[in-house]
């Protein structure tokens, strides 16, 4: 074999090879690039599910905010009726309107068979004695049940709140 043929032979393997090389290189581009698109669109489906999520929660502390707001008031309004109450209470008790009196024990009549002998003339109240109530301890005893009514409403509020945030998570 002469040498121009050894030439245009090792010539026509170059190129063969480089045109393989080059075909190959495009088809794995082509395949890089697929995978590379596959891949995006995998984060953006991931992405859009996470926006989801998001949005999801997002409306359940909306709502659980709007809740609290609406039991704030709520509870406000109640504390604030039941203070009103109170006041009018106390002052009909200062006015002489109105006065607590408490029923006595039977055993500690005065009378030995434990029977009232007359009633009054303010009431149909038989056999049952009563104390009136000095106006400063009717006061404090208003007060005190006050406190108490001021925190039942209270644990009312913080019962239903438990329940609330307990429930929606």
């Known amino acids: 074999m002469s040498p121009a043929r050894w030439l245009g032979l090792t010539l026509l393997l170059a190129i063969a090879c480089f045109?393989?090389?080059k075909v190959?290189?495009?088809r794995c581009g082509k395949q890089q690039a697929d995978l590379n698109a596959e891949h995006q669109t995998e984060l953006t489906h991931q992405a859009n599910a996470n926006s989801a999520q998001i949005l999801?929660?997002?409306?359940?502390?909306?709502?659980?905010?709007q809740w609290l707001?609406?039991?704030?008031?709520?509870?406000?309004?109640?504390?604030?009726?039941?203070?009103?109450?109170?006041?009018?209470?106390r002052a009909r008790l200062a006015t002489a309107?109105?006065?607590l009196s408490v029923q006595l024990d039977a055993g500690t009549a005065t009378d030995c068979d434990g029977v009232q002998a007359t009633t009054g003339t303010g009431g149909?109240?038989?056999g049952a004695h009563r104390a009136k109530l000095d106006?400063?301890?009717?006061?404090?005893?208003?007060g005190i049940t006050g406190d108490g009514d001021q925190g039942l409403i209270a644990l009312k509020s913080c019962q239903s709140?438990?329940?609330?945030?307990s429930s929606s998570k």
Do not use: F, G, N
């Open 56 to 65: 999801q929660e997002q409306d359940k502390r909306l709502a659980l905010e």
């Open 19 to 21: 045109a393989t090389w």
């Open 69 to 89: 707001a609406a039991s704030d008031q709520a509870h406000y309004r109640a504390l604030s009726d039941e203070k009103t109450i109170q006041a009018r209470l």
């Open 124 to 126: 149909l109240v038989y």
């Open 135 to 142: 106006p400063a301890h009717a006061q404090r005893i208003i």
């Open 24 to 26: 190959d290189a495009w």
């Open 97 to 99: 309107d109105l006065r």
């Open 161 to 165: 709140y438990a329940l609330k945030v």
